[in-house]
């Protein structure tokens, strides 16, 4: 827990401005982007600390699945379900923000605006999917 870090905040219910979504595992937090990039624009982060998408390794691979599936059901319950008009990734360093594993969530991929689509692009030195 690092309490500088406002995701570990969130997860731990610190911030009492975020509202958590309905998650299934209990190891990992779901809530809305303070700057939605699409209507739907959620963000799936660990309770416990970790560093960015570089640190991942091929232990975190059920992790990773695992955040996929909570965005995949925030989705299908907030009406969304085109789960082929939606992009999910984690922005590359230095291009995040935020030094706290998040996965981005969002929907639909074809209403991104043409910043966004820059942003989110698949795959790109920035983003990856």
Sequence with gaps: ???????????????????LLPCQYEDLVCFRDIRPSAPHHYLVVPVEHMGNCKTLKGEHIPLVKRMMEVGKAVLQKNNFSDLNDIRMGFHWPPFCSISHLHLHVLAPASQLGFLSRLMYRINSYWFVT
């Design 1 to 19: 827990y690092d309490g500088k870090c406002v995701f570990c905040r969130i997860a731990r219910r610190e911030e009492p401005g975020t509202a």
